[in-house]
């Protein structure tokens, strides 16, 4: 250990008080960012993974125009040559097709106007967690032809149960009338109100036939295992498409299909942004303060040393020297007690019982998971460590200023 | 030969509203080998002289040389270095390193003139042995008397081989007893190294030691006297 370096650690332990108080303030703020960064990005990936799990899905193929005008005639007409694309694509876990009808469905005693959706029910078991959000009767089998699921909001408004009938009355893709009747096999529970109240789906074999589809779908929606692959996924589709010539199809991800989502999580992440920093900035004035007194203390020691002839230069190195030691020890210890807790609460989840109903708007449970990251262990804590270095560079610039016989000569 | 040559010094300092002619035209040559007191009552610019000649005050005009160095033509940073390398401090309150040994104090001067880990340690020993506090090498200043805090500041100022070694009223935190053997090692080093020692003091005793007194007296040299050999 140099000289400098062994002076500036015994400095910084001259007053353990103030040293242990102020390693504790900056420990505090890397520990309650690890923290809390881990919590949003926690609760995000739930959010993200709830809505696209439940129906969404990673990335969807659409004819072009189709999410824009939702017209029932803009269909893949060929959806297995593009399913062969899709196979080739390891980084895709599971695919499924859908085609879907705006229609007006009526029960006996009332009528609603809902997304009839066409699902092949093995295929859409993968994709979606709807086959286990089924709150009465069964998920449709195989084999199913008349058979209908519904939202739970959508049966209590309909006023029907298990094995009730329905009428569903709509448009064809050639434009003449789809009308048929369908019984009521299963009634499930997203957690997501408009979905649970607007939502019919049915065997697409039998939509095929109610809306004359001629084996056309709308989409192919499919799942990836990880959020991280969802970009390398759209890039390799885009690619093995535009080379087949399927050029009037295009390539949706998660943050297009759900930009309302991806709003809600840019915003939650610039407001928390700025409380972060505003929390640093106050930890930072608080240890501005303390390197303040003690250089005010070291004052004549510095002037000591100035005529001793020291350069100034190095005096200003030495006092950084002992803020970065005490900053670096601060964040390290920080870190490292922040990850634990945080993997602690990773593991173990956080009941969050009072704001449930706030998060089954975005389809989560009660408990939220924080996910521990590089990014999330390290961002927070590097923005105290630089904010507090910026805090001690004043008091730094102040010795490097200092003019001997006037240091020596104050108390 | 001149090894400090002041030439008409004169300083002014203000406090609060007040204006105080601290130095009002002070010239004195000191050769090498004296052993020098500058004495005076408070407030009579003995310090003054003794920063302007450490280079760690400015003069409002006139000028000192130092071992053939003019201050008046050099950067800050050359003058950190001609206090680093000609002129060694040892000042009333003894002003050690608080973190620092006996042994580091001495040994950081010689690191900040880059002399090796080995000759440092060597050299910092033997002079510590010199002033002596054998064995007292790794006491911090907290662990040592005033008397022996002050033996490593004269151990720091002059192992770094200065031209002159500056002493601001070096005795008057010690009891006499203490003072004297203080005096004695300086005299001795005076003597058998040739450092130029110049005091600031109205000790009597250090007056009785050295061989040349300057008497300032509100801001000028009332006289100066040379004791016969």
Request: aromatic share 8%; hydrophobic share 45%.
């Given at each position: 250990?140099?000289?400098?370096?062994?002076?500036a650690?015994?400095?910084?332990?001259?007053?353990?008080?103030?040293?242990?108080?102020?390693?504790?303030a900056?420990?505090?703020?890397?520990?309650?960012?690890v923290?809390?960064?881990?919590?949003?990005?926690?609760s995000?990936?739930?959010?993200v993974?709830?809505?696209v799990?439940?129906?969404?899905?990673?990335?969807?193929?659409?004819?072009?125009g189709?999410?824009?005008?939702r017209n029932?005639?803009?269909?893949?007409?060929?959806?297995?040559?593009?399913?062969?694309?899709?196979e080739?694509?390891?980084?895709?876990?599971?695919?499924?097709?859908r085609?879907?009808g705006?229609?007006?469905?009526?029960s006996?005693?009332?009528?609603?106007?809902?997304?009839?959706?066409?699902?092949?029910?093995?295929?859409?078991?993968?994709?979606?967690?709807?086959?286990?959000?089924?709150?009465?009767?069964?998920?449709?089998?195989?084999?199913?032809?008349?058979?209908?699921?519904?939202?739970?909001?959508l049966?209590?408004?309909?006023?029907?149960?298990i094995?009730?009938?329905?009428t569903?009355?709509?448009?064809?893709?050639?434009?003449?009338?789809?009308?048929?009747?369908?019984t009521?096999k299963g009634?499930?529970?997203?957690?997501?109100?408009?979905?649970?109240?607007?939502?019919?789906?049915?065997?697409?074999?039998?939509?095929?036939?109610?809306?004359?589809?001629d084996?056309?779908?709308?989409?192919?929606?499919c799942?990836?295992?990880?959020?991280?692959?969802?970009n390398?996924i759209?890039?390799?589709?885009?690619?093995?498409?535009?080379?087949k010539?399927?050029?009037k199809?295009?390539?949706?991800?998660?943050?297009?299909?759900?930009?309302?989502?991806?709003?809600?999580?840019?915003?939650?992440?610039?407001?928390?942004?700025?409380?972060y920093?505003?929390?640093?900035?106050?930890?930072?004035?608080?240890?501005?303060n303390?390197?303040?007194?003690?250089?005010?203390?070291r004052?004549?020691?510095?002037?000591?040393?100035?005529?001793?002839?020291?350069?100034?230069?190095?005096?200003?190195?030495?006092v950084?020297?002992?803020?970065?030691?005490?900053?670096?020890?601060?964040?390290?210890?920080?870190?490292?007690?922040?990850?634990?807790?945080?993997?602690?609460?990773?593991?173990?989840?956080?009941?969050?019982?009072g704001?449930s109903e706030?998060?089954k708007?975005?389809?989560?449970?009660?408990?939220?998971?924080?996910k521990?990251?590089?990014?999330?262990?390290?961002?927070?804590?590097?923005?105290?460590?630089?904010?507090t270095?910026?805090?001690?560079?004043?008091?730094?610039?102040?010795?490097?200023k200092?003019?001997?016989?006037?240091?020596?000569?104050?108390? | 030969?001149?090894?400090?040559?002041?030439?008409?010094?004169?300083?002014?300092?203000?406090q609060?509203?007040?204006?105080?002619?601290?130095?009002?035209?002070?010239s004195v040559?000191?050769?090498?080998?004296?052993?020098?007191?500058?004495?005076?009552?408070?407030?009579?610019?003995?310090?003054?002289?003794?920063?302007?000649?450490?280079?760690?005050?400015?003069?409002?005009s006139?000028?000192?040389?130092?071992?053939?160095?003019?201050?008046?033509?050099?950067?800050?940073?050359?003058?950190a270095?001609?206090?680093?390398?000609?002129i060694?401090?040892?000042?009333?309150?003894?002003?050690?390193i608080?973190?620092?040994?006996?042994?580091?104090?001495?040994?950081?001067?010689?690191?900040?003139?880059?002399?090796?880990a080995?000759?440092?340690?060597?050299?910092?020993r033997?002079?510590?042995?010199?002033?002596?506090?054998?064995?007292k090498?790794?006491?911090?200043?907290?662990?040592?008397?005033?008397?022996?805090?002050?033996?490593v500041?004269?151990?720091?100022?002059?192992?770094?081989?200065?031209?002159?070694?500056l002493?601001d009223?070096p005795?008057a935190?010690?009891?006499?007893?203490?003072?004297?053997?203080?005096?004695?090692?300086?005299?001795?080093?005076?003597?058998?190294?040739?450092?130029t020692?110049?005091?600031?003091?109205?000790?009597?005793?250090?007056?009785?030691?050295?061989?040349?007194?300057?008497k300032?007296?509100d801001?000028?040299?009332?006289?100066?006297?040379?004791?016969?050999?």
């Amino acid at each position: 250990m140099s000289t400098d370096m062994k002076m500036a650690f015994r400095n910084i332990w001259r007053s353990p008080v103030r040293t242990i108080l102020t390693l504790s303030a900056i420990a505090f703020a890397a520990i309650i960012l690890v923290f809390m960064v881990s919590f949003q990005l926690g609760s995000y990936e739930i959010m993200v993974n709830s809505s696209v799990k439940i129906y969404t899905g990673h990335i969807r193929i659409q004819a072009e125009g189709y999410r824009e005008k939702r017209n029932m005639r803009f269909v893949i007409s060929s959806p297995e040559r593009i399913a062969k694309t899709v196979e080739k694509i390891e980084e895709i876990k599971s695919y499924s097709f859908r085609a879907n009808g705006f229609s007006l469905v009526s029960s006996e005693n009332r009528a609603r106007g809902v997304l009839v959706t066409g699902i092949d029910p093995e295929g859409e078991a993968e994709i979606s967690t709807i086959s286990g959000l089924i709150r009465k009767g069964e998920y449709l089998a195989p084999g199913d032809r008349d058979k209908v699921l519904i939202g739970r909001l959508l049966a209590r408004n309909l006023k029907v149960g298990i094995n009730d009938e329905l009428t569903i009355l709509g448009q064809g893709k050639d434009g003449s009338i789809a009308a048929g009747i369908v019984t009521v096999k299963g009634i499930f529970s997203s957690g997501i109100d408009d979905f649970d109240r607007s939502t019919v789906q049915v065997p697409l074999s039998y939509f095929n036939d109610l809306f004359y589809m001629d084996g056309a779908v709308h989409e192919i929606v499919c799942t990836a295992d990880s959020l991280f692959d969802v970009n390398k996924i759209k890039r390799l589709l885009k690619a093995n498409l535009s080379e087949k010539k399927q050029k009037k199809v295009v390539v949706l991800d998660w943050k297009e299909l759900l930009p309302g989502l991806v709003q809600g999580i840019q915003l939650d992440l610039a407001s928390a942004a700025i409380f972060y920093f505003i929390l640093v900035l106050v930890v930072a004035f608080s240890i501005l303060n303390t390197f303040l007194m003690a250089i005010l203390e070291r004052t004549k020691e510095f002037g000591v040393m100035l005529a001793l002839g020291v350069k100034p230069n190095r005096l200003f190195k030495l006092v950084l020297m002992e803020s970065s030691f005490l900053t670096l020890t601060g964040v390290i210890t920080g870190v490292v007690v922040g990850c634990a807790i945080t993997f602690w609460f990773q593991t173990h989840g956080i009941d969050l019982a009072g704001a449930s109903e706030i998060l089954k708007e975005y389809g989560m449970s009660g408990i939220v998971y924080p996910k521990l990251s590089i990014v999330s262990a390290l961002a927070g804590p590097l923005l105290v460590f630089v904010i507090t270095i910026c805090a001690a560079l004043y008091p730094a610039f102040k010795v490097k200023k200092l003019v001997p016989v006037d240091a020596i000569r104050s108390i | 030969m001149s090894i400090v040559r002041a030439e008409n010094i004169k300083k002014r300092y203000i406090q609060g509203k007040v204006e105080v002619h601290a130095l009002r035209g002070v010239s004195v040559n000191i050769d090498q080998g004296e052993f020098v007191a500058m004495a005076g009552p408070s407030g009579s610019g003995k310090t003054t002289v003794l920063n302007i000649i450490g280079g760690i005050d400015n003069p409002d005009s006139g000028q000192v040389i130092v071992d053939g160095n003019n201050y008046s033509d050099m950067t800050q940073s050359k003058l950190a270095e001609l206090r680093l390398n000609k002129i060694g401090f040892v000042f009333q309150a003894y002003n050690l390193i608080p973190v620092l040994s006996a042994e580091e104090n001495v040994e950081y001067i010689m690191l900040l003139q880059g002399v090796s880990a080995k000759e440092r340690k060597k050299k910092a020993r033997a002079i510590l042995d010199d002033v002596g506090l054998e064995g007292k090498y790794s006491r911090r200043p907290s662990e040592l008397s005033g008397g022996q805090q002050q033996r490593v500041a004269v151990a720091r100022a002059i192992v770094s081989n200065p031209a002159i070694i500056l002493a601001d009223e070096p005795t008057a935190n010690l009891d006499s007893k203490t003072g004297e053997s203080l005096l004695d090692m300086m005299k001795k080093m005076n003597r058998e190294k040739d450092v130029t020692f110049i005091f600031s003091t109205h000790d009597n005793m250090v007056m009785e030691y050295a061989k040349r007194i300057v008497k300032l007296k509100d801001g000028q040299i009332e006289n100066d006297i040379i004791k016969d050999k």
